[in-house]
């Protein structure tokens, strides 16, 4: 049984920083593509971030490009979300996923998520 527990939400002002952390209990870790998404309210879920099995190919929201990093140590089965230079539009409950069986840009592909972690920026 796969498990994913997204941790690190929280307040921050604009211009402030977060990390978030997923850990992957189960699976196949080592051989997962890894991504990022969020929802804010009555909005679809966003693509933010992915991470590919071997750790050298990132891709990004293009909300995101150039603030978050994608990052992930496989030793802890754990995948980073680094936020800086956050906004209030980022606002939304952040979710880890993981092992696409389609494009890793697109929800639906997804199998295993996590819960859900909060993240607010106020202005």
């Known amino acids: 049984q796969v498990q994913v527990s997204e941790s690190g939400g929280g307040s921050e002002k604009a211009g402030g920083s977060l990390r978030l952390s997923c850990t992957v209990r189960?699976?196949?870790?080592?051989?997962?593509?890894l991504a990022w998404f969020r929802q804010s309210s009555g909005s679809e879920r966003e693509f933010v971030a992915a991470?590919?099995?071997?750790?050298?190919?990132?891709y990004y929201g293009d909300s995101v490009k150039g603030r978050f990093t994608i990052s992930r140590d496989d030793a802890k089965n754990t995948v980073y979300l680094q936020m800086n230079s956050l906004r209030p539009n980022d606002t939304a409950v952040y979710y880890c996923?993981?092992?696409?069986?389609?494009?890793?840009?697109?929800?639906?592909?997804?199998?295993?998520w996590g819960q859900g972690t909060q993240v607010t920026v106020s202005s």
């Open positions: 996923a993981a092992d696409p069986t389609g494009s890793f840009y697109t929800a639906r592909s997804y199998d295993y």
């Open positions: 189960g699976g196949s870790f080592g051989t997962w593509t």
């Open positions: 991470i590919r099995w071997s750790g050298d190919t990132t």
